[in-house]
């Protein structure tokens, strides 16, 4: 058995113990960010960015919930690390707010608000943190009316996880038809200027009570199947646009190490995941894959988007890294928690060490 398929095991009997009775390792985890994040916000959205049908969540114990996966996603692992149910998509809640964590990630959405937006309706970043105030400043002060302080320090305490970027490229910087952003910025300057907005969104999420951030990396967009089968490559990857990408990758740490130094108690941590999906890729074998060219489901146009609704995937999802033509298999996700968990190469702190702090 590989050692992702036993962390997998494992986790989920973390979960489970925790569930039973032991005390989460955190309050709350608060999620944000794009598809690869978005546990079903997009369902209740008029948009053609949704998973809420099969073969969408094959192997998820909810079923088709709106993950673009066949099981769980990065944020499922992370609140089961910490002990806590995986947070509910935050338009979904319609009665009380939940204390344990809200999921506000978009499909198709990004850093920049006119991202994705052909697509149809979704919550670009500003959006997603326009929610979360909505929940400190209206929800949350109903479960803290004794104690303004408290509800202070249960969000400095809490875990918040981001993931966003790879759209302001795909649906957007490499549209040229639809946008004109890549005729007025220049690689360098376009990763210069989701970066600058970046910042002010973590500002922004700073105000709001957020003290403990980790920001993924975008991952070798080069590498998906969307790319791979429309673009010519040597290889397996579009590597010119996986060049494009690691502009924005080698300035991130700089810019959350600029806001953990001048914003008082607070930590950004880097998810510095962008080589361990492109080491994946190229040696799936260390990762238990066997497959990480093609997506597992039967796909529109041709394996380059979204599944086709019903059609039966492969038969083991998890040995490849694609479930369609653009979004990871649970394996790949649970090996990009687990490195934030507890690998100091690819969070420091780590997850773990996080918590205590």
């Known amino acids: ?35 690869l994040f978005d546990s079903g916000n997009n369902n209740l959205l008029p948009t053609v960015s949704r998973a809420d049908f099969k073969p969408y969540g094959v192997n998820f114990v909810e079923g088709d919930t709106g993950r673009f996966s066949n099981g769980r996603l990065v944020p499922d692992f992370i609140a089961e690390f910490l002990g806590l149910p995986y947070p509910p998509p935050c338009i979904s809640i319609r009665t009380s707010t939940p204390l344990t964590g809200l999921n506000y990630a978009s499909a198709s959405c990004g850093i ?26 209206s929800s949350l002060p109903r479960h803290f009316k004794s104690s303004p302080d408290e509800q202070s320090e249960y969000l400095s305490k809490s875990i918040f996880v981001v993931c966003i970027g790879s759209n302001d490229y795909m649906s957007n910087y490499l549209e040229p038809r639809i946008y004109g952003t890549s005729k007025h910025f220049s690689p360098q300057a376009f990763a210069q200027h989701l970066l600058d907005k970046l910042s002010e969104q973590f500002r922004r999420l700073y105000n709001l009570g957020a003290r403990k951030v980790v920001m993924y990396e975008i991952g070798p967009i080069g590498c998906i199947p969307s790319m ?64 990480t060219s093609n997506p597992c489901c039967i796909t529109w146009a041709n394996g380059t988007s979204a599944c086709i609704p019903e059609l039966e995937p492969c038969p083991d999802p998890n040995h490849h890294y694609f479930f369609d033509g653009y979004h990871l298999t649970e394996t790949v996700y649970s090996v990009l928690a687990r490195a934030c968990i507890d690998d100091k190469s690819v969070c420091s702190p780590t997850l773990k060490d996080l918590v205590q702090l």
């Open 228 to 291: 791979t089968r429309k673009n010519k490559h040597d290889g397996k990857c579009v590597e010119e646009s996986n060049q494009l990408v690691a502009y924005f990758n080698e300035n991130l740490l700089g810019m959350l190490q600029n806001l953990t130094s001048t914003l008082p108690n607070s930590i950004f941590v880097r998810g510095h995941a962008h080589w361990l999906g492109y080491d994946a890729i190229m040696n799936p074998s260390k990762y238990g894959l066997l497959d």
């Open 112 to 137: 920049l608000p006119e991202t994705g937006q052909y697509l149809g309706k979704c919550l670009s970043l500003d959006d997603q943190i326009d929610l979360f105030q909505r929940t400190v400043r």
């Open 1 to 35: 058995m590989g050692s992702t398929v036993l962390f997998i095991i494992f986790v989920g009997l973390l979960h489970f113990i925790s569930q039973v009775g032991g005390a989460p390792l955190a309050p709350a985890l608060y999620v944000f960010g794009d598809s």
